[in-house]
């Protein structure tokens, strides 16, 4: 069965600061990757996916992850956080396989805060 | 814009009652979701349905009902039996039933039950 484990639940950090989110995720067949994040009391939006292609993916509001298959890990990154980048970050997996749905399993979620 | 309305945003009821949660979606997705949302537990699976008149449990569908009569509609009610049912819900949709296929979500239902 997958899982995906996030591996900090909170990060805060500077405003301008670099910042990198981490997700590593078990599965035993080829796997699907997404990094969704949710403001207080809304849903969640997608930030990016990885199907399949370059390991490296870029995503809205200038966030990028890279796909690392060995390490079994999707982290995701920012080079220069704001104020409004304070969110919950989820990343999920869905496996690929002929007779599955394509059931997403979430980790846990990462609450990034940014400080002026 | 196409989306996913989900209502009331806040409910309240006293612990006994069934309430049941709306969810519309006018993206002509096939697939909908029930997920429930705990501090610190990430999303969970309540129930899925990947076309009309068909639904199938998720990973804590104890003490939740779901019907798929329309294409567009994809009601939860949260039952009395449902032990600790105060928390936040959220519907999604799928365009596909593929394992590539994003999720596209509501806004939730923040449910307190005393």
């Known amino acids: 069965a997958q899982s995906v484990t996030q591996l900090d639940s909170q990060v805060p950090v500077f405003e301008e600061a670099p910042v990198e989110l981490r997700c590593n995720y078990s599965?035993?067949?080829?796997?699907?990757l997404f990094w969704y994040v949710q403001y207080p009391n809304q849903g969640l939006q997608l930030l990016l996916k990885y199907l399949s292609g370059s390991t490296l993916v870029k995503g809205i509001n200038g966030f990028e992850a890279e796909f690392n298959k060995s390490q079994t890990s999707f982290h995701l990154r920012k080079p220069s956080v704001h104020i409004s980048d304070t969110a919950e970050y989820f990343c999920a997996v869905s496996e690929w396989s002929g007779t599955s749905y394509g059931k997403l399993t979430f980790g846990q979620g990462t609450i990034l805060t940014v400080h002026p | 814009d196409g989306g996913i309305t989900q209502s009331p945003k806040y409910l309240f009821r006293k612990e006994g009652q069934n309430v049941t949660l709306s969810c519309e979606q006018n993206?002509?997705?096939?697939?909908m979701y029930w997920y429930r949302q705990d501090p610190g537990q990430g999303l969970r699976l309540i129930y899925y349905?990947?076309?009309?008149?068909?639904?199938q449990k998720g990973d804590i569908a104890e003490g939740y009902s779901v019907s798929r009569e329309k294409k567009e509609s994809f009601p939860l009610t949260v039952t009395s039996a449902q032990k600790n049912p105060t928390a936040f819900y959220l519907c999604?949709?799928?365009?596909?039933?593929?394992?590539?296929?994003?999720?596209?979500f509501g806004n939730g239902t923040r449910l307190t039950v005393t």
């Open positions: 349905s990947q076309i009309v008149n068909d639904f």
């Open positions: 993206l002509n997705h096939d697939a």
């Open positions: 599965s035993s067949v080829s796997v699907y």
């Open positions: 999604a949709s799928r365009e596909s039933r593929g394992a590539n296929s994003p999720l596209h």
